[in-house]
């Protein structure tokens, strides 16, 4: 039985900008989650099905990497790390933090650089297995009203998203679902690091990279990839935060 997740967007898309949100309410999500998750396009190629205006400025962990662009997104998992896809590395990064509006000077933002990227000692780009990475900051993030961290879980849900290509600096909101492993059968989804999700009528997903999925304020997933992201046949990809976390507590405690 599919799982309904609510979502809200942003994207940047060559000199156009536009912003993503999510909201979350799914049979794992008890109860509606008023933080919606942020995230960042790559390609510009993406697209939102029934989408709604939404409110900005409402999930203070999302981050946005840089290296003279907007390549991924990511989430802060303290003041001195930030969590992101292992297939969005570069060795020279620079993480924004509290964004809305990318390109946009709100007075809100920190623009810190990474003083390591760590991706998974596992990283398979293969088959997308243990899709995540570390970035430690080479000071630590400011922690206020617009820049917060993120929770690791304490058990797995796993949790889905959507990223949208928008014609204006407008928040939407969307709806997918979670999907049984074996409906992304096809994808190559054959291993435990992964989920999957998107719409059982196609469409709907997420064509980011590396940008956090929130549950009940804690960070289940990052988005890996999606297949033909906005065709009716899409479906998402997602690296599974909860079997990743003993990794990550130690990686971030030997640096």
Known sequence: MWSLVFVLCVVQHLTDFHILFTFVYLHYCKTLITHPVCLTSVTGEDKIVGGYECTPHSQPHQVFLNSGYHFCGGALLSENWVVSAAHCYMSRVEVRLGEHIIGVNEGTEQFIRASRVIRHPFYNSYNNSNDIMLIKLSKPATLNWYVQPVALPT????????????????????????????????????????????HPEGGKESCDSGSPLVCNGELQGVVSWAQRCYNMNGRGIYSKVCVQIDWLHNTMASY
């Open 155 to 198: 058990s797995c849900a796993p949790v889905g998203t959507i990223q949208t290509l928008i014609p204006d600096t407008i928040l939407q909101c969307v709806d997918i679902f979670i999907l049984p492993d074996d409906y992304c059968f096809y994808l190559g989804m054959t291993d435990h690091t992964i989920f999957c999700a998107g």
